[in-house]
């Protein structure tokens, strides 16, 4: 029988872990505090911005939101993240992307401090999780695949994974992920020469390529764990995986969209705000 990870379980877990560490920083006299930054009207964008704010709010977290028109100068956009790099009161700082086509995604990312990059954009938060460093913090859709699996028991040292999509913001930094929990690593991409076969051979299965339903039954086998990072509209407007429905009593294991990593995502999000008010406050005691 296919077991169902479900995101809500694990969500559950990390809030109430968060509750107490909140109300400690809360006893102290801070409240944690997250900005967002969006230029634009993307719906996805809202959603998320909509997403966090709830989590936040549930929490007891502050959140400033700092919303831009789509046709914003670069430049402002870059002023305001340096004014909020430097804000006392801000602890993390969420840049919704992509940005507007205009807009140079490079200097605009890396223009944030790594210590409040809560969502791991910035060339010093890749580099860390490139070495299992410590500065920053990394992507939050890339933990939420090693978090969700830790919880279900899920051992990843000498399993074989494969991870289908290469972008920065998943497929990269889950690979990396992986790899510093001793799995062996293949990544496959648009130009792989039989993905399925590739993937048939994997214990875990993560897909991250932002189309939907193309990871089908030609890559599962029975024992196999999935993990659907997707997020997609069908024909309908419903929201769906990567991952074909087929995927239900094919494998061992698999995580459903919604209520998969979405819900995981956010809020090690918000566990990122957390980590940086407390890194913050220790600074403090330090220099009193």
């Known amino acids: 029988m296919t077991k169902i990870l479900s995101g809500k379980e694990v969500a559950e877990e990390l809030n109430l872990r968060l509750e107490r560490r909140i109300a400690r920083i809360k006893a102290e006299g801070t409240t944690p505090c997250l900005a967002i930054v969006r230029a634009g009207n993307d719906p996805d964008d809202v959603a998320y911005e909509k997403s966090a704010s709830h989590r936040a709010a549930q929490l007891g977290i502050d959140v400033e939101h700092l919303v831009f028109p789509q046709d914003v100068c670069e430049e402002v956009l870059i002023e305001n993240i340096q004014h909020l790099n430097t804000a006392e009161s801000i602890h993390g700082i969420l840049v919704l992307r992509p940005l507007p086509s205009h807009i140079d995604d490079d200097r605009v990312r890396n223009a944030l401090c790594p210590d409040k990059d809560v969502d791991g954009i910035t060339d010093a938060s890749a580099a860390s999780v490139f070495v299992n460093g410590s500065k920053g913090y990394p992507p939050c859709t890339a933990e939420a695949c090693i978090r969700i699996l ?26 990396m992920m992986l790899l510093h929990r001793n799995a062996t690593v293949t990544i496959c991409h648009t130009k792989t020469v039989d993905a399925p076969a590739i993937a048939r051979e994997a214990d875990i299965l993560i897909a991250a390529v932002g189309r939907r339903g193309l990871v089908d039954s030609a890559y599962f086998h029975e024992n196999q764990v999935v993990v659907d990072v997707g997020i997609n509209l069908d024909e ?12 239900a009593g094919q494998v061992a294991a698999y995580t459903p969209v919604p209520g ?18 407390e890194k913050k406050m220790e600074e403090m005691r330090d220099y009193r």
């Open 150 to 175: 830790d919880h279900y028991g899920i051992g990843l040292a000498g399993k074989r994974a494969v991870v289908i999509g290469r972008s920065t913001v998943v497929g990269k930094p889950v690979a």
């Open 260 to 277: 998969g990593i979405g819900a995981v995502t956010t809020g090690l999000l918000i566990r990122h705000v957390v980590q940086a008010a």
């Open 236 to 247: 309908n407007g419903k929201m769906c995986g990567d991952v074909d429905p087929s995927v």
